[in-house]
Structures are given as structure tokens and as C-alpha cells.
């Protein structure tokens, strides 16, 4: 018997009946899609190139012999090879012998003299050797073709080098734009009266006029430094001042008059509440102008990172168009899982991706829409679909590969990533527990699970349309890691899982047109209800996918941007160094420093928040008995429940990005009338009590298990 949806569930339509194809206009066509895909395209080009760079330098040196030596036409050497020593050593004597000897330190060594103009002939001949060799084989045309291969992809490489900063800023410029004119920037309430849309606007204004003030300074400065990337800057933001000004004059149509000021300012992106503080310290507390803009030069440092943050959205955006998460879930829904259970099953799973987009927010951003689609088919009520959402991806920040932890063993000696990724397990087996208790002590409804007599052959029956996804992804990985000699790691994730996408988009868009060829024959024999649409094709589906990429990371970046920024106002400004160094006892420490680990989490992006505790933070705790591991296990949870904390909650408003408004207000109008408090607030409640309680076991924990034993 198949588990009974609930009441929440039951009036949700399967959005993968609505796959029909997205109509843009040209002009919005160019400016949603284009930019960015050309950005994330070449970005995956710079770093295939890398790859196959690699690759084809190892090849060279399996097949000829000092490969490196042949990579350029060697100049003939000017020594003489066949050189007389005997000769030379009487030419040697008969001009020392007519030299001045004032400062003659007396007669040299016969035998010293012979054995050093031996050694100069010998080294002579080895280099007519290496000479004749490289003139040898460079005249074949082979070692030609291959290596005007091999030194083309070389500078493509060194090509993506020096432009990855530049695709970062164009990035951030093109994806902040797009969000800004359609009004998809991250804030603590979507805009909905016509107040609140000029409120925002404006507060853009004067974000973005002050950042490009302070870039203008700072190009005036910089005599040494990148004058087209600073100049850069300053344009985008000039440019995203313009829209924001354009945006304050258009308001949408729909938006109805009236509204209050305190509640439009709600509405104000979180960017530029961040750009205020930060405008305000360095123009009118430090007086440093250029203060905003230099800090920008701590983001370009990492821009591989960063970039590869654009990637993973496009991942996710493109996963959302495709039917790959609908058959996925066939297999569960096999066993006629309740609702809650499917929950555990889609958080525990989402921590392992989750370790390779290198933080919960990213995950969430790419994948929170199809995890949340998918739970609510399988009959999951809103406020646990969002709960589980917002904390998909905060449990596989501690596992193995992900960035954040190899950012923290670079910029912290104490510690080693084997160490981190030894103990993330523990942590990830804690937090996964604390969850399963939590949902399964408020679950609504009885457990359950179908016979595997009942299930199994069905089981197998969906196993059928997972395969050729499978195979597909398996064929793209073992072609990196054969041909290119790249291993599926954290590093080659970015640039591997986009043409993955790419593959299985393709045929999932094949696979459909198919499918609908089927229905619309069964349809003319009468045996089905005939489609009422036609599947939107791959173009359409990888345009709607980059459209959508372009928005929820314009949105993202341009928050990172600012907390960067803002990171620099805190580490400036000495408010960390009020601080206490002696903290009384390790007990105490623990418990002020998870206090500020949480506030930390709260406003600061988590690459940034790294950097700032590493610098200010992770001293105290070593200098008060805090073991480094330990402590940074305690950094990893706490940032979590930061990021699910209010006022800000930061993974909570990236899910409203992803799952839309109205879904999260429809949560919301579903639970109103519930008397329980947590039934009403447990999209809030839930990710909040089990990042807390992990909390509190990871930081105590280990100390009870010190003072016991």
C-alpha cells in the first residue's frame, strides 16, 4: 500500500509537469544568458587547458627521452669540445709568466689546473650531446606537431592565469547586475510595495557610488598595481550605481503604493548594510579612502575559489532542468517511505556534495531548489521541506574534500587536513544523529516501510532510467582521470561537473522529447491523456539554466564581495583585539569563543570568516588549552548555526532565493493556525535546535571527556 500523502503535500503539483520551454526576448536573451555563460565557459576552458597541459607534458616525456629539453630549438653551444689541454695549460703558464705578479699568491697547481680544464671539456661535450640531440629530434615533424601542441595549451594555461581575476570581477559585475534589475539581491524581505523598491534601490545607490569613490582613489594610488583591474572595478560598480538609480525610477507595475519605512528597510540588500559599516569606518574613522577598494584585493587572491562558486550554480541550475533528481528519488519511493524519512535520507546525502562546493550556502544556492521539489512530491509539509533545505548542506562541511577545511590547515600550522577530515567524521556521525533524533521525536506521522517483496521489483523497475545517467557521469570522470591524468577531486570538481551537466542535460533533453513522441502515440490510441506541451529542448533548458545562474550568483557574489570588505573592518578596527588573551580556563574560553563563533557565523561569508578567526581568534584559543583541531571543529558547527541564526540566517534567505517568496509564505499561511509554536516555526526551529545541540556536544564534550579521564 503506498504511504499517504499528506494534507501539505497533496496540493503540490510535480514541477516536472511544467517543463515547458522559457520565452526570453533577444535583448533579455543576450543579457541573462550570454555574459555569463561565455565567463563560465572559458573558465572551464582555462582550466581544462591546465589539465591537459599537464598531461601532455608527462606524455612527452614517455616517448622522448628529456622532453624538456626539446620543448625549444637549443642554440649551439660556443665552447670548443675537442679542446688541447696540454696546449692550453702551456698558454696558461707563458701568460702568467708575462703577468704582473705584485699579487701573485704563488705558483699554481699543475695537476688542480689539468683536472679543471677536464672538467670544462667534459661539461663542453655534454652540451654539444644535448645540442645534437635536441637538433636531431626537433627536426621531426612529429616532435614538432606534438610540441606546438603541447606549448599552445601552455600558454592557454598561463593565459587563464593571468585573466582569472579578470573573469571573477566580470563575474560579480554581470551576475550583481542581473540581480539587481530584476530584483533577486539577498535581504532579509523581498520587496513588495513600491516604497520598498526605491528604499532598496537607493540604498544600492549609495553602496555602489561609494565603492567606485573608494576604487577611484585607490586607482589613483596603486602606481604599481593592476591598473586595468582596478579600473574595472570602478566601472562595474559606476554601472551597478546606474541601474540601481534606473531600477529607483521604474518601479514594477505590480507593486502597490503605500508601505512603511521600518519595514522597507528590511528590504535593503544585506550587501549594502554591509558596505555602510564599512563605509562608514575607513571614510570617516580611519579616513583611508582607498580602504573599501584595497580590501577588494583580498577576493582576487582566491579567485580560482570564487569562480568556481559560479560554477557550482550553474551545476545546480542545470540539475534543476534536467528529470535526474525525479528518477533518483523512484528508488526511495520504492519503499514507500513517510515523509519524514525521506527528509533524513535527502540531508544525510547532501552532506557528501556538499563537501566538494566547499560550503553549505553554495549547496544549498545550486541544489536547495531540486532537494525541495523533490520533498515536497514526496509529500513532506512546507515548513520541514524548507527546515531541511536550509540545512541540506551544514553537515558535509566537515568531510573530505572540502575546501574550507584545506583553507584552514593552510593558514594554520597546528593543524593538518588528515587530522580535520579524521575528526569531521565524528562530527558528521554526531550532527547526522542529532537530526534523525529531532525529525524523528516530532515527526507527524507513524514510521514505515514497504516489504522488500513489494518493493524490490519496483525498485529495479526505476533502476532502469537511472543507468544511462550513471553511465554517462562515469564516462565523463574516467576520461579526466585517463586522458588528462585528473583525479575527481575539490580541485577539478568545478571544471569536471559543469561539462557533466553539460552530458547529462543533453540527454535528459533527448530522453524527454522522446518520452513525449511516446505519450503523444499512446495518446492517438486512446490509451493516455495526450501532453499538453511540448518539452522544452537543450538550448532552451541550458539558456534558462544560465539565466538563472546568473541571478542567484550575481546575488551571492556581491554579498561576498561586501563581507570581504566588512572582514577588513573588523580585523582593522581592533574590535577582535578587545578580547580578553587569558580567559580564566579552557572551560570559560570554550564557552565565550563559541558565543563569538556564532556571531561571526552570522554576518560574515565563510572564506572570509576563516581568514579573520585565524588571524584573531585562533590564538586565544591555543594560548587557553583549546586543542587547534578541536577548536576548529568547534569553528566549522558554530559558523553553521550562524548561518541558520537570526537576524541575518544566512542559508534560510538563500533558500527563500532558490525556492521563491511565495513557497516560503505559503509555509507559513500552512502552519499559521497550528497550536503548537514549534509546528509554527519549525522551518526556523528545526535547523537552529540541531546545529545548537551539536554545538554544545562538539565544544563540551571532549572537555567532560578530559576532566573524567
Known amino acids: 500500500m503506498a504511504a499517504p500523502e499528506s494534507a501539505a503535500g497533496a496540493d503540490h503539483a510535480d514541477p516536472h509537469t511544467t517543463d515547458a520551454p522559457k520565452q526570453y ?26 589539465f591537459i597541459h599537464g598531461q601532455l607534458l608527462s606524455l612527452g616525456g614517455d616517448i622522448w627521452s628529456n622532453y624538456n629539453m626539446l620543448r625549444t630549438d637549443m642554440v649551439e653551444p660556443s665552447c670548443d669540445p675537442d679542446m688541447d689541454i696540454d696546449a692550453r695549460l702551456r698558454q696558461q703558464t707563458e701568460s702568467k709568466a708575462d703577468s704582473d705578479s705584485l699579487f701573485d699568491a704563488g705558483p699554481a697547481d699543475p695537476a688542480a689546473r689539468r683536472r679543471s680544464l677536464e672538467g670544462q671539456r667534459a661539461q663542453c661535450r655534454a652540451a654539444y650531446e644535448r645540442y645534437e640531440y635536441n637538433h636531431e629530434v626537433t627536426a621531426t615533424a612529429s616532435l614538432r606537431a606534438y610540441r606546438a601542441l603541447e606549448l599552445s595549451m601552455g600558454r592557454i594555461n598561463q593565459l587563464g592565469q593571468d585573466f582569472q581575476a579578470y573573469i571573477l570581477v566580470l563575474l560579480i559585475m554581470f ?33 555602489n557610488l561609494a565603492m567606485a569613490f573608494s576604487g577611484y582613489i585607490w586607482l589613483r594610488l596603486d602606481h604599481g598595481g593592476d591598473a586595468a583591474l582596478n579600473m574595472l572595478w570602478l566601472v562595474g560598480f559606476l554601472i551597478l550605481a546606474a541601474a540601481a538609480l534606473y531600477r529607483t525610477l521604474r ?3 505590480h507593486a502597490p503604493s503605500g508601505g512603511s519605512i521600518p519595514r522597507a528597510l528590511l528590504t535593503v540588500p544585506l550587501y549594502c548594510w554591509l558596505a555602510l559599516v564599512s563605509i562608514l569606518y575607513f571614510f570617516f574613522v580611519e579616513r583611508y579612502l582607498a580602504g573599501p577598494a584595497v580590501q577588494l584585493t583580498k577576493m582576487i587572491r582566491f579567485a580560482d575559489l570564487y569562480t568556481g562558486i559560479g560554477l557550482y550554480v550553474w551545476v545546480g541550475m542545470m540539475l534543476k532542468h534536467t528529470r535526474i533528481a525525479e528518477v533518483v528519488f523512484g528508488l526511495f519511493r520504492s519503499w514507500e517511505l513517510r515523509p519524514e524519512f525521506v527528509v533524513i535520507l535527502v540531508v544525510l546525502a547532501s552532506a557528501w556534495p556538499t563537501a566538494y562546493t566547499g560550503a553549505s550556502g553554495i549547496f544549498v544556492l545550486a541544489i536547495g531548489a531540486v532537494l525541495y521539489q523533490e520533498m515536497r512530491i514526496a509529500g513532506t509539509y512546507r515548513q520541514l521541506a524548507v527546515a531541511s533545505t536550509a540545512m541540506s548542506g551544514s553537515m558535509g562541511v566537515v568531510l573530505n574534500p572540502c575546501l574550507m577545511v584545506v583553507i584552514i590547515a593552510a593558514l594554520n600550522r597546528q593543524v593538518t587536513t588528515d587530522q580535520l577530515f579524521g575528526w569531521g567524521l ?18 507527524k506521522s507513524r514510521p514505515y516501510i514497504a516489504t522488500p517483496d513489494s ?8 533502476l532502469g532510467p537511472v543507468i544511462p545517467y550513471v553511465v554517462i557521469a562515469a564516462v565523463v570522470v574516467l576520461l579526466y582521470t585517463h586522458l588528462l591524468g585528473q583525479s575527481f577531486n575539490e580541485f577539478s570538481a568545478p571544471v569536471i561537473l559543469p561539462l557533466m551537466l553539460l552530458a547529462l542535460l543533453g540527454y535528459d533533453r533527448w530522453r524527454a522529447a522522446r518520452l513525449h513522441v511516446e505519450a503523444i502515440h499512446k495518446a492517438d490510441r486512446g490509451q493516455a491523456k495526450a501532453p499538453e506541451h511540448e ?36 580585523e582593522r578596527s581592533g574590535v577582535m583585539e578587545l578580547f580578553p588573551e587569558d580567559l580564566g580556563s579552557v572551560w570559560a574560553a570554550t564557552a565565550v569563543l563559541v558565543v563569538m563563533l556564532v556571531v561571526i557565523g552570522m554576518i560574515m561569508e565563510p572564506y572570509g570568516a576563516i581568514i579573520l578567526v585565524s588571524a584573531t581568534l585562533a590564538p586565544v584559543a591555543y594560548d587557553n588549552g583549546i586543542d587547534p583541531v578541536h577548536f576548529w571543529m568547534i569553528v566549522l558547527v558554530a559558523f553553521e548555526l550562524g548561518y541558520l541564526s537570526p537576524p541575518v540566517a544566512l542559508n534560510q534567505l538563500l533558500t527563500r532565493q532558490v525556492v521563491g517568496d511565495a513557497e516560503i509564505q505559503r509555509a507559513k499561511d500552512e502552519a499559521a493556525d497550528d497550536p503548537s509554536f514549534w509546528r509554527r ?17 562538539v565544544a563540551f564534550t571532549p572537555l567532560i571527556f578530559v576532566q573524567l579521564f
Open 175 to 207: 551576475g550583481g547586475f542581473v540581480a539587481l534589475v530584476l530584483n533577486e539581491q539577498i535581504g532579509l524581505r523581498a520587496p513588495r510595495s513600491a516604497l520598498d523598491y526605491r528604499v532598496s534601490s537607493a540604498a544600492q545607490i549609495f553602496a
Open 251 to 253: 518601479v514594477p507595475d
Open 681 to 697: 516555526h519549525e522551518a526556523m526551529l528545526l535547523p537552529i535546535a540541531v546545529m545548537a545541540t551539536s554545538l554544545l556536544l
Open 455 to 462: 518493493a524490490l521489483p519496483r525498485m529495479r523497475q526505476a
Open 25 to 50: 526576448s533577444a535583448a533579455r536573451n543576450w543579457l541573462l544568458t550570454l555574459p555569463v555563460a561565455v565567463l563560465l565557459l572559458v573558465a572551464i576552458l582555462f582550466g581544462t587547458s591546465a
Open 535 to 570: 518539452p522544452a529542448g537543450f538550448w532552451n533548458a541550458l539558456r534558462a539554466s544560465t539565466a538563472d545562474t546568473s541571478m542567484l550568483l550575481g546575488a551571492l557574489l556581491m554579498l561576498m564581495v561586501l563581507s570581504i570588505v566588512f572582514g577588513g573592518v573588523m
Open 426 to 443: 565524528y562530527v558528521f556521525a554526531l550532527t547526522a544523529a542529532t537530526f534523525v533524533a529531532f525529525v524523528y521525536l516530532t515527526r
